[in-house]
């Protein structure tokens, strides 16, 4: 369903955006599916211009406060990390010998790609990611808030520049010492 109100149109303005796995499916509970997201990531910074302002990976989802600069547009590189991480992290899943719900994950993946007819096999990532423009300095700062509490409010850790797949540590410090390098706003 197309929503007008739900899309890039400055591409390389600051974003507030999520990623949602389907079904709410907590895959990220695993370390080796986040760590393919975050060299994805990491990839699009150093070859897409990707700058990522802020981010928490949650078990099921990834928000990201994010822009991009010229002459890549945002919503190709968010385009390209999503088809990109879901095949790697399928394919993580599929040859993982410990994995207790590969049958169960990956009939869902199958299930809900068979279901939408934008996919060709298998659907990780829910369609839209209701990206919002951050044109103010509150609106950066409701979401850089929100992003960094998101750990706390689920009962992950008690303080936020705990959690490890977060950019909270790096605005504690007001430096890079977290997995990803932030482009602070």
Known sequence: MFRAGYQIRNQHAVHFLTFTVIQWI?????????????????????????????????????????????????????????????????KAIKNNKQESRKNWMLWLFESSGRGNPRNQDVQFWQQSNHPIECDTQEMLDSRLNYIHENPVKSKIVQKAEDYNFCSAMDYYKGQNIGKLKIDFV
Not at 27 to 42: C, G, M, Q
């Open 26 to 90: 907590d895959v990220f509970t695993r370390p080796n599916y986040a760590e393919i997201l975050v060299d994805s990531i990491k990839f699009c910074q150093k070859n897409k211009n990707f700058k990522l302002h802020a981010w928490c990976l949650m078990f099921n989802h990834l928000h990201l406060l994010c822009s991009s600069d010229e002459p890549n547009k945002l919503s190709d590189t968010l385009r390209d990390m999503k088809q990109f991480t879901s095949k790697e992290i399928i």
